[in-house]
């Protein structure tokens, strides 16, 4: 009734309806349900990370006007890798037309439509989205995120127990309290640094921005909101040492009441070990010095691969003056590969974008990141107003320019010398591009590795 209604209403005003290409009016429950259903409810539903839900009719149509705002900026859903530059696993990006249809269904009069068009509601699952886990770790006892003031970073430790090396080969990260987890980065500790610091703060876990305030060794990838967790590619796996413990890095976001959250993570191992282990690949730059008002800084930095390589990820890191970041792969025959790029970096999103297919770069392929930086009054994430000198660091007001990437070798020969090209590009500096050249020329893995890690953690 209330369509027909609204129908006579804005054909009496002559008020034109939005049409569906095939000419009938834009309907909710045919139109616009099912890009809400696929694109925006995984977080906007009770219990999860968005402030309210987009799951009827009604959820959609009382916010109709700021909806299509929100979708024309590009604001949600967040999704900051721009098309074109690189393939990704579960892109949320909205088409065009997608977005055309938001807008027509909001100016037409938001019509419900017929409710044997409405597509059925999405479903999430309650237990382990991968199965049951082959380790389930929690977080020994609840954290309490204040009520109110800044976003807190706290690094929660947690034993893994593992008495033998272990290839991983997914991890499922469930928080007890979706709507104060903004994201979770999992890193590994073998040298009892976290153990010390979380034992030194009374509350549980320590406090850190950016990076976990110890040097890892290793990692497990990430989780944001309305990301869903799947297995690596068939062959491939991340070291779990033997003795190591998971630090899970949380970014709480205050809800304007107290809440508690105590994590739980379940993770896979590979049944048998497999033939290629994750190599994590850094480009970085330390050498930040931004002034204040300065609207256009660029930081650089590269690296050339010593051997075939298959590219599974990439994550760019900054703070928040970083407004843009660039990756570009260079092949050895001058062609250009785009691995990814942010127009508008935002750190409460940090994504591992995961390429749909592995991308495969030859021997000598030269990986280059470009970020640039905003620290004038005009940048709204700046944290200094008015605007400060920006150097690199691990405070808030600091910056980075980090990019990661999961790498494996194309053959299983090669590990030693991509390794040891990952550590030189760990270090950043004049003894990590001798590091990669070495790399490059032939196979010391085994007898520099000891050297390098020293000067890599001493760096
Ligand atoms: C990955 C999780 C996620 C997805 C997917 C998502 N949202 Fe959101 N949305 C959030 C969070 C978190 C907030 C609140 C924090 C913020 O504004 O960044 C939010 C806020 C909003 C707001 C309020 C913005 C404001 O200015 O206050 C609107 C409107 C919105 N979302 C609409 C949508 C629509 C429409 C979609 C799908 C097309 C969508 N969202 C998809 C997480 C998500």
């Given at each position: 009734m209330r369509n027909v209604l609204r129908t006579l209403l804005c054909t009496l005003a002559m008020v034109p309806i939005a049409t569906a290409a095939d000419g009938t009016a834009v309907t909710f429950n045919r139109d616009v349900a099912p890009i809400i259903f696929a694109s925006c409810t995984s977080?906007?539903?009770?219990?999860?990370?968005?402030?309210?839900?987009?799951?009827?009719?009604?959820?959609?149509?009382?916010?109709?006007?700021?909806?299509?705002?929100?979708?024309?900026?590009?604001?949600?859903?967040?999704?900051?890798?721009?098309p074109g530059h690189g393939e990704f696993h579960g892109s949320r990006r909205l088409t065009e037309e997608q977005i055309k249809t938001i807008r027509k269904w909001v100016d037409g009069g938001k019509v419900e439509g017929d409710s044997k068009d409405l597509p059925p509601a999405p479903k999430f699952?309650?237990?382990?989205?991968?199965?049951?886990p082959d380790l389930v770790l929690k977080m020994p006892e609840p954290f309490t995120v204040p009520a109110e003031g800044?976003?807190?970073?706290?690094?929660?430790?947690?034993?893994?127990?593992?008495?033998?090396?272990?290839?991983?080969?997914?991890?499922?990260?469930?928080?007890?309290?979706?709507?104060?987890?903004?994201?979770?980065?999992?890193?590994?500790?073998?040298?009892?640094?976290?153990?010390?610091?979380?034992?030194?703060d009374k509350a549980p876990g320590f406090t850190s921005f950016g990076g976990p305030g110890f040097i890892p060794s290793g990692g497990l990838g990430g989780w944001a909101p309305g990301a869903f967790p799947r297995f690596l590619p068939d062959g491939t796996g991340q070291l779990l040492r033997k003795n190591a413990d998971l630090v899970v890095q949380t970014h709480f976001h205050p809800t304007g009441k107290e809440e508690q959250e105590q994590s739980t993570i379940g993770i896979y191992f590979a049944k048998k070990t497999p033939e290629k282990t994750i190599v994590g690949l850094t480009l970085r730059n330390r050498n930040i010095d931004i002034p204040p008002g300065?609207?256009?800084?660029?930081?650089?930095?590269?690296?050339?691969?010593?051997?075939?390589?298959?590219?599974?990820?990439?994550?760019?890191?900054?703070?928040?003056?970083?407004?843009?970041?660039?990756a570009t792969a260079t092949l050895p025959d001058g062609s250009k590969k785009p691995l990814i790029w942010i127009?508008?970096?935002?750190?409460?999103?940090?994504?591992?974008?995961?390429?749909?297919?592995?991308?495969?770069?030859?021997?000598?392929?030269?990986?280059?990141?470009?970020?640039?930086?905003?620290?004038?009054?005009?940048?709204?994430?700046?944290?200094?107003?008015?605007?400060?000198r920006v150097?690199?660091?691990?405070?808030?007001?600091?910056?980075?320019?980090?990019?990661?990437?999961?790498?494996?070798?194309?053959?299983?020969?090669?590990?030693?010398?991509?390794?040891?090209?990952?550590?030189?590009?760990?270090?950043?500096?004049?003894?990590?591009?001798?590091?990669?050249?070495?790399?490059?020329?032939?196979?010391?893995?085994?007898?520099?590795?000891?050297?390098?890690t020293r000067t890599a953690m001493e760096s």
């Open positions: 977080c906007h539903r009770a219990g999860e990370v968005a402030p309210f839900p987009l799951q009827s009719y009604d959820d959609c149509a009382t916010r109709g006007k700021q909806i299509a705002s929100v979708v024309e900026s590009r604001y949600m859903p967040p999704w900051k890798a721009e699952p309650d237990g382990w989205m991968l199965g049951t800044r976003d807190v970073y706290r690094n929660f430790v947690i034993p893994t127990g593992v008495t033998e090396d272990k290839h991983v080969t997914a991890v499922e990260y469930r928080p007890s309290n979706r709507r104060v987890v903004h994201h979770a980065i999992f890193f590994l500790d073998n040298s009892g640094a976290a153990r010390k610091k979380d034992a030194a300065e609207k256009n800084y660029r930081i650089s930095a590269s690296q050339t691969l010593p051997v075939d390589t298959d590219l599974l990820g990439i994550t760019p890191h900054a703070h928040l003056v970083c407004r843009e970041m660039k127009k508008d970096w935002d750190f409460n999103w940090q994504e591992q974008y995961l390429y749909a297919k592995p991308l495969q770069l030859p021997a000598g392929t030269k990986l280059d990141m470009e970020y640039v930086y905003d620290n004038s009054d005009e940048n709204i994430r700046n944290p200094s107003n008015p605007p400060k150097r690199h660091g691990e405070q808030t007001t600091d910056e980075m320019a980090l990019l990661f990437l999961q790498a494996v070798p194309r053959e299983v020969k090669d590990a030693g010398r991509l390794r040891m090209a990952a550590l030189g590009g760990l270090m950043g500096n004049r003894a990590g591009a001798k590091t990669m050249r070495a790399a490059a020329a032939a196979s010391c893995w085994k007898r520099c590795r000891s050297a390098l």
